[in-house]
């Protein structure tokens, strides 16, 4: 039975995430292949490499930094957070330690099609990784550059598919661990300002649509994870409701909480897993 590891976006508070990679990689537990989207997929790019507390470094130590997030750049004209930059700096972390990417575990990275505007899902290879990557964390309005991949430009994956459980599934996987980055109960509020995407994107209708539509796909995607199929085994770790890091949270105490209850739901899950298997 396939066995795969998903994981959302969700920028900074993919911090949880790492924390429950982490323990996975300290455990050595054992999936398939791996499949995420926006900063679920990065957080993936250290896991599957074997690195021990990068993610949690490339968080809190370079994603709080001006180079990555400012505002003043934004309203000067370039980026609100240069993914390229950041990603940049995480691959020269994987570069001196491995050399290369370990494709030992299969990675798959959601990427928001511009011309289509659906997600489209890529294997990570040591010649794609870094426009892959920087495409998937590439969020609308916050990064105006739309990276090309082959005969396509691309966005956040998590546009199209925050959560790649459904795609996971559809590659044949059966037994399906899922890391969110928001808590248990959360639904995707309706789209506030539709005109101001109609007004950006306009000239880009697939994509315009699959923004205003967003809610509503992550909301499906929550039904499914509430009423999976009778043939999948599911596992969900989630932050506690009280979860303190946003989008954009740079405190780094936050941050570090986060990264610290991401280890503690991933050890109470395995705990639980034994339990049920003594």
Known sequence: MSKALVVEGGAMRGVFAAGVLDVFLHRQQHFDFAIGVSAGATNLATYVSQILGLSRTIITEYATRREFFSPLRFIRGGHMTDV???WHQCRQQLDSKLGEINTAIPLYVGVTNVDTGQCDYLR????NIDDLMVASCSIPMAYRDQPRIGDHRYVDGGVADAIPVKKAYEMGAR???VVLSQPLGFSKPTVKSPWLF????????????TLLS????????LAF??????????????????????????DK??????????KIAALKMLKAQRLAAA
């Open 84 to 86: 390229h930059w950041l």
């Open 225 to 250: 994870l509430k009423n999976p199929p009778s043939d999948l085994s599911l596992t969900i770790v989630a932050p506690p409701a009280d979860f303190q890091v946003k989008r954009l949270t740079m």
């Open 198 to 209: 109609e007004r950006l994107y306009g000239h880009q209708p697939e994509l315009m649509q």
């Open 253 to 262: 105490k936050k941050l570090t909480r986060g990264y610290k209850l991401g």
């Open 124 to 127: 990570a290879q040591h010649d």
């Open 175 to 177: 037994e399906i661990t």
């Open 214 to 221: 967003r809610p509503g796909i992550y909301n499906e995607t």
